[in-house]
């Protein structure tokens, strides 16, 4: 098995930014748990 034309397909600008924005509010979404659920102790 080969790799034909290893730079002809690109992503769009469009596509870029959507899956950009799609990975960050993933990463929100996964990170808001965290953020409800802890707590900080002093001494």
């Not at 098995?1 to 992503?11: F, G, Q, S, T």
């Not at 924005?21 to 659920?37: D, F, K």
């Amino acid at each position: 098995m080969a790799i034909m034309r290893p730079l002809r397909y690109h992503l769009s600008r469009r596509r870029t930014i959507g899956a950009l924005v799609l990975i960050w509010l993933a990463s929100v979404l996964l990170a808001i748990p965290g953020l409800l659920y802890s707590t900080t102790m002093t001494r």
